[in-house]
């Protein structure tokens, strides 16, 4: 009580009584280091250190400081060391004082390193508690205390002599609490603040590796199982990527927009702007954290990017399609689609510094070996797997894939790895979750026919059911829809498209900008190390953005030509990109980028004037019109187990793009082009593009209008049949029901595609006349048109008349209309009307007179003076034929084709079966299949001969029977 503070600058101090006998038996007047040193272990001793204060007189109790009567280690420790930093920032231009502060601060540390080494000199303490709520309870970050954990971290770690174990002790407790608290926080709510903690342990190189151990999963002792994809977002890591709005299941639940149809849009759209608040906040926390940690160390940045590469690696099976078929089944093994999503994200942020559009040279540092070369400790892969990924071609047999050798060893560097994660994740993530999204969008617009047909058959249980099903399947989607559109992770997926595309470019053709690729022969070995999934993803994005978005279009419309670029070189050259779905998917693609495609119910504030600029300025345009054609060929040629309906679903795209880009005069200018070339090399050894084009579209019609005919008529006996199924049981009313909601889909795909063909068809006849009439195509061509149009207008027309043809699309005038527009564009034609006239099955006198009849009813009465004019042609031309048939009818059988028993008029050898056929048979079989039909041995058409004995023979005999007519 008889102590005071007489002097100096502070008003209250701590009396210590062994350190006052230490100095003063030594008349020491001042505090040296390993006075200092003494004092701060007694200071921590004391259980109370307001008993021990000794103050100015002229000051009362009431104005002590806290931390000079702080009697909690921890944070006793940490005001000192707090206060130090101050003082060092203060005195920074004064080094001796600077190094001393410094000796200070290293005393601190130790001082808390021994309450955790030596807890039991502290038995009335809990520092592990004083530590993790002084951690837990910051409502900022404070660089102070990252500092401290960071000496203290460090200096564990050194008393330990490497080993990690202790401190895992300290710190692991408080990563389950900030799971803990992370987990309980909704996505509304999730910010930086929710993460805070974490940072204290992100910068320390020790805290860092302890922080992704914890986060990444391990085997129970003694398993055999391979970790599961979903453990990872059972991490601390991985608790803050799953926060979304699609729930962590397949089965829920779902907590937004319940009962969707009671809300108005205005509803909706509040609530997916909240959604994407809270995901641009996942997203830039996730930012944070991995940034941190690649920043951390190069162990740290090492175990950051294999956690990654392992989740991937683990969550491998979302790529397949059983996956996607097995549905909630696997949905527990492996992530949700919202932690895939906020992955891809996070690492398109990465992505950014080397996609956005003034930085896109940096990615010539992208090293496409890193997909072929084995993963070793001096050049780790992280992406596991890889090298066994389908890459866009593949090398000749015995010719090995390049590989990275780097000197003086070193790994990839991070642009490498980060676009190759962000790439994978993109087709584990966004690919998947948009197929989900697609299917849902078919189901909902099932439903709703289904509803409608309830309706009108009374409603009842059955159509609350339905709309039941409804309202929850709206619910999925407009969660869904919230998570795959979130506007800032698209902006950044679409400068990783559009920056991948402009590689890709300079990959295969050494410049970004190539004038022209059609005669470019040269295969760039890096391709075989590319990924087909980098396709896809350009694919998946380009298909979100037209459905869903199109005016983000216009908004990065300055990128659209490196996309436009990528399509015009790889679609038509399967030498840079083997696999022809993919070149079909790049035309779909292509379709997405025409200008008139907007977003249904929203207005078009940007336009469209960016996607018109592709097809009217972009250099490299004209490519466009052989790579379609080529495309469009190749799918009927894969040599691989296409399935037949397939075809038709890839070439839907590239109709819309052949008749919109049909409307400009230059590109119409370059089909006629390419039709010239096929006119005049039709017996080249490969057959013309355009022959084969046009050959596949003639197929294609036949096939696709008799199917829609098959299933109306079905339909039309299914409806018949209808009524009287009430008195069927329920299960067989239910499978009829089935099958006939089965033969509607089918009948409207098929009168669909269809349609479209016949339409690519007039427009090619509109303006091409010479190739499509040559005699290797005429006589097919007329037999098709003669055909359809004899089923639509002739006696049995109403064969196919059902309750509801527009609910199947089936639009028998309109066909009828191009079939004779396309009798008129051929209509100048002799070999035409010779087909037409010859064509034994289908036409007859009648065929143009119910033609006529038809077209009164549906208003097309401007089409009959032209049609009038055919048919008088093709009389006279069939008057003519029946002469010339009744005079050659008894030609020798050797005079006639085996595969056609027609006359043959040009005979020619097949080289490997020696069969005689006459030229235009099997020209035209070629045009579909490069072999002998006799024996399926390769032929061309440059390989057949001319028997001229024959011909000469067939010409004599010929010439003789005319004579004998004529007299």
């Given at each position: 009580d008889k102590l005071s503070?007489?002097?100096?600058?502070?008003?209250?101090?701590?009396?210590?009584?062994?350190?006052?006998?230490?100095?003063?038996?030594?008349?020491?007047?001042?505090?040296?280091?390993?006075?200092?040193?003494?004092?701060?272990?007694?200071?921590?001793?004391?259980?109370?250190?307001?008993?021990?204060?000794?103050?100015?007189?002229?000051?009362?109790?009431?104005?002590?400081?806290?931390?000079?009567?702080?009697?909690?280690?921890?944070?006793?420790?940490?005001?000192?060391?707090?206060r130090c930093c101050i003082e060092k920032e203060n005195k920074k231009n004064d080094q001796s004082l600077i190094e001393a502060i410094s000796s200070m601060q290293d005393i601190i540390v130790q001082n808390l390193v021994t309450a955790f080494r030596e807890p039991e000199l502290y038995y009335n303490q809990n520092i592990q508690n004083d530590l993790e709520e002084m951690i837990l309870t910051k409502y900022q970050v404070e660089d102070s205390l990252i500092l401290l954990i960071n000496k203290f971290a460090a200096r564990i770690k050194e008393e330990e002599n490497g080993d990690l174990k202790r401190l895992k002790s300290i710190v692991e407790p408080m990563f389950n609490k900030i799971k803990s608290n992370i987990t309980q926080t909704s996505i509304i709510l999730f910010s930086q603040?929710?993460?805070?903690?974490?940072?204290?342990?992100?910068?320390?190189?020790?805290?860092?590796?302890?922080?992704?151990?914890?986060?990444?999963?391990?085997?129970?002792?003694?398993?055999?199982?391979?970790?599961?994809?979903?453990?990872?977002?059972?991490?601390?890591?991985?608790?803050?990527?799953?926060?979304?709005?699609?729930?962590?299941?397949?089965?829920?639940?779902?907590?937004?927009?319940?009962?969707p149809s009671r809300s108005p849009a205005s509803v909706h759209s509040r609530t997916e702007a909240q959604i994407w608040s809270g995901l641009e906040s996942v997203h830039s926390v996730g930012h944070t954290v991995f940034n941190s940690l690649f920043r951390s160390s190069e162990d740290v940045k090492h175990l950051t990017l294999d956690w990654i590469g392992a989740c991937l690696a683990a969550n491998n099976d979302r790529g397949k399609l059983w996956t996607s078929q097995m549905g909630p089944l696997l949905s527990s093994t492996l992530a949700s689609d919202g932690f895939m999503?906020?992955?891809?994200?996070?690492?398109?942020?990465?992505?950014?510094?080397?996609?956005?559009?003034?930085?896109?040279?940096?990615?010539?540092?992208?090293?496409?070996?890193?997909?072929?070369?084995?993963?070793?400790?001096?050049?780790?892969?992280?992406?596991?797997?890889?090298?066994?990924?389908?890459?866009?071609?593949?090398?000749?047999?015995?010719?090995?894939?390049?590989?990275?050798?780097?000197?003086?060893?070193?790994?990839?560097?991070?642009?490498?790895?980060?676009?190759?994660?962000?790439?994978?994740t993109l087709d584990l993530g966004f690919r998947t979750v948009q197929e989900k999204f697609n299917k849902l969008n078919q189901e909902l617009s099932r439903l709703e026919g289904v509803y409608a047909d309830a309706q009108e058959n009374g409603g009842g249980p059955a159509a609350e059911e339905i709309q039941k099903r409804m309202e929850e399947s709206m619910t999925r989607f407009l969660s869904m829809k919230a998570a795959l559109l979130e506007p800032s992770t698209l902006e950044k997926q679409t400068s990783l498209v559009a920056s991948t595309c402009s590689w890709l470019v300079k990959m295969a053709t050494g410049t970004a900008h190539p004038k022209s690729v059609e005669n470019l022969t040269a295969i760039p070995q890096d391709l075989a190390c590319i990924p087909e999934f980098l396709i896809v993803n350009i694919c998946e994005h380009i298909l979100l953005i037209r459905r869903f978005n199109p005016g983000l279009f216009e908004q990065y419309g300055h990128r659209l030509a490196d996309i436009f670029e990528m399509i015009l070189v790889f679609m038509g050259k399967p030498i840079w990109l083997k696999n022809p779905h993919l070149r079909a998917r790049l035309a779909e693609s292509l379709e997405c980028l025409l200008p008139y495609h907007e977003q249904r119910g929203q207005p078009n504030i940007l336009g469209n004037y960016q996607r018109q600029a592709l097809f009217q300025d972009h250099p490299g345009r004209f490519e466009l019109v052989h790579a379609i054609l080529h495309v469009f060929v190749s799918i009927e040629e894969?040599?691989?187990?296409?399935?037949?309906?397939?075809?038709?679903?890839?070439?839907?795209?590239?109709?819309?793009?052949?008749?919109?880009?049909?409307?400009?005069?230059?590109?119409?200018?370059?089909?006629?082009?390419?039709?010239?070339?096929?006119?005049?090399n039709i017996d080249s050894e490969n057959p013309p593009i355009f022959l084969r084009f046009i050959n596949l579209l003639i197929n294609d019609a036949i096939f696709l209008l008799d199917e829609g005919l098959n299933y109306m008529r079905t339909l039309q006996e299914q409806e018949s049949a209808r009524p009287g199924w009430s008195s069927l049981s329920s299960q067989e009313r239910m499978e009829n029901e089935r099958q006939y909601a089965h033969s509607g889909q089918l009948a409207r795909?098929?009168?669909?595609?269809?349609?479209?063909?016949?339409?690519?068809?007039?427009?090619?006849?509109?303006?091409?006349?010479?190739?499509?009439?040559?005699?290797?195509?005429?006589?097919?061509?007329?037999?098709?048109?003669?055909?359809?149009?004899?089923?639509?207008?002739?006696?049995?027309?109403?064969?196919?008349?059902?309750?509801?043809?527009?609910?199947?699309?089936?639009?028998?005038?309109?066909?009828?209309?191009?079939?004779?527009?396309?009798?008129?564009?051929?209509?100048?034609?002799?070999?035409?009307?010779?087909?037409?006239?010859?064509?034994?099955?289908?036409?007859?006198?009648?065929?143009?007179?119910?033609?006529?009849?038809?077209?009164?009813?549906?208003?097309?009465?401007?089409?009959?003076?032209?049609?009038?004019?055919?048919?008088?042609?093709?009389?006279?031309a069939s008057s003519q034929k029946a002469e010339e048939e009744e005079m050659l009818v008894d030609a020798p059988d050797e005079f006639l084709c085996p595969i056609m028993s027609i006359l043959m008029t040009e005979p020619v050898l097949l080289p490997s079966s020696r069969q005689v056929v006459d030229r235009s048979t099997i020209a035209r079989h070629l045009l579909s299949d490069q072999s002998d039909p006799f024996n399926r041995s390769p032929l061309t058409m440059d390989q057949v001969k001319i028997d001229e004995d024959l011909k000469a023979k067939i010409h004599a005999w010929i010439a003789e029977k005319k004579r004998a007519s004529s007299k």
């Open positions: 503070v007489v002097a100096g600058e502070c008003p209250h101090l701590v009396y210590l009584d062994q350190l006052a006998e230490s100095i003063g038996a030594e008349n020491q007047s001042w505090l040296d280091v390993a006075t200092l040193e003494q004092a701060l272990f007694d200071r921590l001793m004391l259980e109370n250190p307001a008993e021990n204060v000794i103050q100015d007189d002229t000051k009362g109790k009431n104005d002590i400081p806290e931390y000079v009567i702080e009697n909690r280690l921890v944070n006793y420790l940490y005001s000192c060391f707090t603040e929710s993460i805070l903690p974490i940072m204290y342990f992100l910068k320390s190189p020790e805290l860092g590796r302890i922080f992704v151990e914890h986060s990444t999963p391990v085997s129970l002792p003694g398993s055999t199982m391979k970790l599961s994809g979903r453990s990872y977002e059972e991490t601390l890591l991985g608790k803050i990527l799953s926060k979304s709005s699609i729930p962590a299941s397949d089965s829920g639940p779902w907590d937004f927009f319940p009962s999503l906020n992955l891809g994200s996070v690492l398109l942020t990465f992505c950014a510094p080397f996609t956005e559009d003034n930085h896109k040279n940096r990615m010539d540092r992208v090293d496409p070996r890193y997909c072929s070369t084995p993963s070793t400790d001096a050049q780790p892969v992280h992406l596991r797997g890889i090298e066994n990924e389908t890459c866009l071609i593949t090398l000749q047999e015995g010719t090995e894939r390049p590989k990275s050798n780097k000197e003086g060893g070193g790994g990839f560097n991070f642009p490498t790895e980060i676009f190759f994660l962000a790439h994978r894969t040599g691989q187990s296409v399935e037949f309906e397939q075809k038709f679903y890839y070439r839907r795209p590239m109709y819309d793009v052949i008749k919109y880009i049909w409307t400009l005069d230059e590109f119409k200018a370059k089909f006629k082009e390419i039709a010239g070339e096929a006119e005049a795909y098929h009168n669909l595609m269809g349609s479209e063909t016949i339409a690519v068809l007039e427009l090619m006849t509109s303006s091409i006349q010479a190739v499509i009439t040559h005699p290797t195509m005429t006589d097919r061509l007329a037999a098709m048109l003669n055909y359809f149009l004899k089923t639509l207008t002739g006696p049995d027309r109403k064969s196919f008349k059902v309750s509801n043809l527009g609910k199947y699309q089936f639009k028998p005038g309109d066909v009828v209309a191009k079939i004779c527009q396309i009798y008129i564009n051929l209509g100048e034609s002799e070999q035409f009307l010779s087909s037409v006239s010859s064509d034994g099955r289908s036409y007859c006198p009648e065929l143009f007179g119910w033609t006529q009849d038809v077209l009164l009813k549906i208003g097309k009465a401007f089409l009959i003076p032209n049609i009038t004019d055919i048919a008088d042609k093709v009389a006279a």
